[in-house]
């Protein structure tokens, strides 16, 4: 668990249509481009922002920073939580973030849509978490390499699924 406090956290909500009505998908990214967790809710208020960051807080410590875009919800959560300090704002600060809704987005076009706010959130955790799995931050390694952990983590998978 200590590992997990020294990481840089990118926090950020996208808009979400369940049966023509706006609900917030929040999500929390770390630095190397893994979901840490992902959350439905209605609004996007104080008391919204301080649920998501007491859940992932509780699930993996305090951060040594936390980047967010402009949002007035961020500030007002952190000073109640007492990590107004560790916060990071900043023009394309948050990209990493808004990078990750990007495969999100593209199956949810191919699900045309949601219809529930429960079905959605299962959704969410279960496609981060096999994001989490196959994301092997190819440009880091030789290819060879890749190919080794690539068909790793579908022998895995293969065996999970078995």
């Known amino acids: 668990m200590d590992s997990y406090s ?3 956290w990118h926090l950020d909500e996208v808009f979400v249509k369940i049966n023509g009505k706006l609900c917030y998908l929040w999500r929390a990214v770390d630095h190397e481009g893994e979901v840490l ?16 960051l007491k859940r992932i807080m509780k699930k993996y ?12 919800s961020y500030p007002a959560a952190m000073s109640e939580i007492g990590n ?7 023009h394309r600060l948050n990209n990493r973030a808004e990078n990750s809704h ?4 593209r199956r949810e076009r191919a699900m045309l849509r949601f ?19 196959f994301n092997q931050e190819r440009h880091l390694v030789a290819h060879e390499i890749y190919k080794q952990r690539r068909s790793a983590a579908l022998g895995e998978w293969r065996a999970l699924m078995a």
């Open 6 to 8: 020294q990481w840089r």
């Open 37 to 52: 967790e992902t959350v439905v809710t209605a609004k996007r208020d104080k008391a919204a922002a301080l649920g998501f």
């Open 61 to 72: 410590g305090r951060p040594r920073s936390v980047v967010t875009d402009g949002l007035s």
């Open 84 to 90: 107004v300090d560790r916060q990071e704002v900043g």
């Open 102 to 105: 990007q495969p999100f987005r």
């Open 115 to 133: 219809r529930s706010a429960k079905t959605l959130q299962k959704f969410s955790s279960v496609h981060a978490q096999v994001h989490n799995h």
